[in-house]
């Protein structure tokens, strides 16, 4: 059973390009969780999303990031026109299904975005 | 809006002793979880207990929450080299299968 699937693990861009970055959840999750993490810092929140629907968007900066889960495929959180300040690890979590006791998250690998 | 904050910011040990971090945060919860994260690595979930449960035990783990002061604390007993890594707890809030509030995290370094 796979765990949670993050690529690229590193991606570098310059300034004013795009950056795509891609999750897959473990098998069986329905509930995709995007979070950042700074250098020296904790995570934080993005965007939380199941299949084809952004449930809690309140972590996204308001321009430039949208994140998208479809019915087909891995979610997507994309960044347009980056800029240095986006250089971070970004963290896919997936979960199963809102049952008792599913409450955990499972993370992937992350991506390292480096923007030059 | 709820955060968790833990402390020491950084701990160094030796191996073999007892590791002890704490983790408060600041609004009613479902649940806190604990992760480890090695050096530019991904998070590995590592024990969750419920706003009902005083504390909980996994092989040389130990974690303790008290709603009333809302705290909780992780101790690794018997640490190992392979144990230095930064932890992190998360909180997630009443309303649950929401968002995980992060820590800052504790930087746990075991010399051998």
């Known amino acids: 059973n796979a765990g949670v699937m993050q690529n690229p693990r590193h991606l570098v861009r310059r300034r004013g390009q795009e950056a795509r970055l891609r999750c897959s959840p473990m098998k069986g999750h329905s509930h995709v969780y995007w979070y950042r993490q700074l250098p020296e810092e904790g995570l934080k929140f993005m965007v939380y999303l199941q299949k084809e629907n952004i449930i809690d968007e309140s972590g996204m900066p308001k321009e430039r990031f949208s994140a998208e889960f479809p019915k087909e495929g891995p979610s997507i959180l994309r960044i347009q026109q980056v800029v240095r300040g986006d250089s971070a690890a970004y963290f896919c979590a997936s979960r199963p299904r809102v049952v008792a006791g599913a409450d955990t998250q499972y993370f992937g690998p992350g991506t390292r975005l480096t923007v030059l | 809006s709820q955060q968790g904050e833990e402390d020491p910011q950084a701990l160094s040990i030796q191996e073999g002793e007892n590791a002890t971090m704490n983790c408060s945060y600041k609004t009613s919860i479902n649940n806190l979880q604990w992760y480890r994260q090695n050096s530019g690595r991904g998070l590995v979930h590592l024990i969750l207990?419920?706003?009902?449960?005083r504390e909980k035990h996994s092989g040389r783990l130990r974690v303790t929450l008290d709603t009333s002061k809302k705290s909780s604390s992780l101790l690794i007993t018997a640490s190992r080299a392979a144990d230095t890594a930064s932890y992190f707890c998360a909180t997630d809030g009443l309303q649950g299968a929401q968002k995980l509030v992060f820590g800052q995290g504790t930087r746990l370094t075991i010399n051998p």
């Open positions: 207990i419920r706003s009902n449960e």
